[in-house]
């Protein structure tokens, strides 16, 4: 078992193989027009992390689904990153998760079973570690792995939190560091240490328990977490529904380790590329800047963390909430700005 190694199977890893955003906008952009209950608080509109569907006055159901192809070698760590990420979308939205259900699409030729059930009891390691069951699922035979959850979760119709509350002003927190795109591609060219793959699984592994907390505070106004897109992707998702702009500083960003060094090499993925290629005219950077500056914020995270828009007043209370979740107090990278919906990169 220990020979197997599953990113062999993959064209691409992690959120790193999600359509990149500009296909997926020409692509829903095609779709008929569907049903839109009142019912439904968040939906396609906003390019939020879930679906939101009131069913009382005190009560909302929260659903969504993610999944792909291996990101590391290793059968635990894969499922344990996986399940991490997929309900990372339910605590972006102030949701706290019920249960899941797993998504599985496996090369059955080429995978021997105890491999597929070491995926499978690292997803299911962490949805016990956020006390919450698999209570089902479905599984396919296909040519590349596949593995995810659905992730169901419930929150107060009045504590939701979108990417579209921003407001003038607010500072921009971020509960992780950046660089697992970066990382993932070190590993891929075996450039990655040691200890660098265990800072990589210890931050993908990382509920974003926090998101739970953040819904009560009401100096919270738009929370959303980075994953494929990158940091400048999911900002710009974020610019564009409160109709403001971004100020990020570079030399605020926090890195793991090792990617620092990688980046400036010129180690990336190419769906930092297709990032760029999709909504670089929504970023500007220094004239100046080196190509690694765009590398790292087009940088693609699987189980990246969340980015929290905030009044400055909550900022104490927003990061006491996150070292509460994860031990590190997240960092602040800028703030939202008045203005054209533009990520400006200082």
């Not at 450039?191 to 990382?206: D, E, I, K, N």
């Not at 328990?209 to 494929?228: K, P, Q, W, Y």
Request: overall charge negative.
């Amino acid at each position: 078992m220990n020979e197997i190694k599953l990113t062999q199977f993959s064209h691409g890893g992690g959120c790193g193989c999600k359509i990149a955003p500009g296909v997926l906008t020409e692509l829903l952009a095609a779709m008929p027009a569907g049903l839109m209950p009142p019912e439904l608080l968040v939906g396609t509109d906003t390019s939020d992390d879930a679906a939101v569907y009131r069913l009382n006055e005190r009560q909302a159901v929260v659903a969504t689904t993610d999944f792909f192809t291996p990101i590391v070698d290793d059968p635990r760590d894969f499922g344990r990153i996986a399940a991490t990420n997929a309900l990372s979308d339910v605590y972006a939205m102030g949701a706290t998760p019920i249960f899941a259900l797993a998504v599985v699409g496996m090369p059955l030729d080429k995978l021997p079973r105890e491999v597929i059930g070491e995926i499978l009891q690292g997803g299911a390691e962490v949805c016990r570690d956020a006390g919450i069951p698999i209570a089902g699922g479905h599984s396919i035979d296909v040519l590349e792995p596949i593995y995810g959850l659905v992730g169901l979760g419930v929150v107060d119709p009045a504590k939701v939190k979108t990417n579209a509350g921003a407001r003038d002003g607010d500072v921009l927190v971020l509960s992780k560091p950046l660089g697992i795109g970066i990382l993932s591609a070190g590993l891929k060219k075996g450039l990655l240490s040691p200890q660098g793959y265990q800072q990589m699984v210890r931050w993908t592994t990382t509920l974003n328990r926090a998101g739970t907390v953040l819904a009560e505070l009401d100096g919270v106004h738009a929370v959303t977490d980075v994953t494929g897109f990158g940091l400048a992707g999911h900002l710009l998702e974020m610019c564009r529904g409160g109709k403001l702009g971004a100020e990020v500083r570079i030399d605020a960003l926090p890195l793991i380790g090792e990617a620092a060094a990688l980046v400036r090499d010129g180690i990336a993925t190419g769906a930092s590329t297709r990032n760029w290629a999709s909504y670089g005219s929504g970023v500007r950077l220094p004239a100046s800047a080196p190509e690694w500056q765009q590398k790292l914020v087009t940088d693609p995270q699987t189980s990246g963390g969340l980015l929290i828009a905030c009044d400055e007043r909550a900022l104490d209370a927003v990061q006491a909430a996150i070292a509460d979740a994860q031990g590190e107090s997240g960092t602040v990278i800028g703030r939202m700005v008045a203005g054209e919906a533009i990520v400006t990169v200082v």
